[in-house]
């Protein structure tokens, strides 16, 4: 397994300026697209609403990695059917325990190990694992996921790992 | 024809993400403490939004809005669990220990 590869460029000097204007040129694309509207208020709105966004980003430390850390590929979406489909059985079984009349929890809270994968993809699977109910990611700090479990069975399935095979799965070369 | 299908397969679309929603809402009661309540808000959060949002585009049928109802389904599903995290990481940080007794809410989170 490769090392996750982020080329820190120097930190908060002129190389990140053509990196800013390229990514306010393309909010402000963004924005003029879906809105489709041009007068004067809305493009002052959207200009001020990207600038916003550019600050934040800025702040967050966007530039000071890789730019463009996303990177789309086919199989994210064999993931995505995939992760439809464990909403869709983790959705029943949380409206089971919400509408059973003794509200019988097992409450658990456990640790990934997360750490084979990229900064990016830790986001993918924590965020995937927030997004199937009954499980919810608590903290990721140092490759390692801090995951609060609604049942005892859905700990278990993520301590088996499925979710982290198919995440570490989809950026393997 | 093919309307009628597409209409009643919306409709069942949008009746199953409202009884989602009001499954997370009844959870967001019942459940007793704050992490447990963020579970259940995750059912409206996710089956519920793609389910509405995906009733809705097939009323749109292929037009431009259903192109922005795609897009909002993505940013949602990008970002309610950011939000959902920066909520547990804060109610962590407050000092709110998850899944220690699930009987009680004298913490009064909600």
């Not at chain 1, 509200?103 to 990229?118: F, G, M, P, Y």
């Not at chain 2, 998850?98 to 004298?106: L, M, R, S, V, Y």
């Amino acid at each position: 397994m490769k090392q996750p590869v982020d080329k820190p460029t120097a930190p908060g000097g002129a190389g990140h300026f053509s990196a800013y204007l390229l990514f306010i040129a393309l909010l402000i694309a963004a924005w003029v697209l879906w809105s489709g509207m041009f007068k004067p208020l809305l493009l002052g709105l959207g200009v001020f609403s990207c600038a916003v966004a550019a600050l934040i980003a800025i702040r967050m430390g966007y530039f000071d990695t890789s730019v463009f850390a996303l990177r789309f590929n086919l199989r994210v979406i064999a993931f995505w059917g995939w992760l439809l489909k464990e909403i869709v059985k983790s959705s029943l079984e949380v409206a089971r325990i919400v509408l059973s009349r003794d509200l019988r929890l097992s409450t658990k809270v456990i640790e990934i190990d997360a750490s084979q994968l990229s900064p990016v993809d830790q986001v993918l699977l924590g965020n995937s694992i927030t997004l199937t109910p009954g499980t919810l990611t608590l903290d990721a700090s140092d490759g390692r996921l801090l995951v609060h479990a609604l049942t005892a069975e859905g700990a278990a399935a993520l301590e088996e790992g499925e979710m982290l095979r198919r995440v570490a799965a989809i950026h393997e070369d | 024809m093919t309307d009628t299908v597409l209409d009643i397969l919306s409709w069942v679309l949008l009746t199953l993400g409202g009884i989602s929603v009001l499954i997370g809402g009844i959870g967001a009661l019942r459940l007793p403490d704050l992490y447990t309540r963020m579970h259940a808000a995750s059912v409206t959060d996710s089956i519920g939004a793609i389910l509405v949002i995906g009733g809705i585009m097939l009323q749109a049928g292929l037009s431009l809005a259903t192109i922005k109802l795609a897009a909002i389904l993505l940013f949602l599903l990008l970002t309610s669990p950011t939000a959902s995290n920066a909520l547990a990481a804060a109610a962590r940080l407050a000092g709110n220990k998850p899944g220690i007794d699930t009987t009680t809410d004298k913490d009064g989170a909600s």
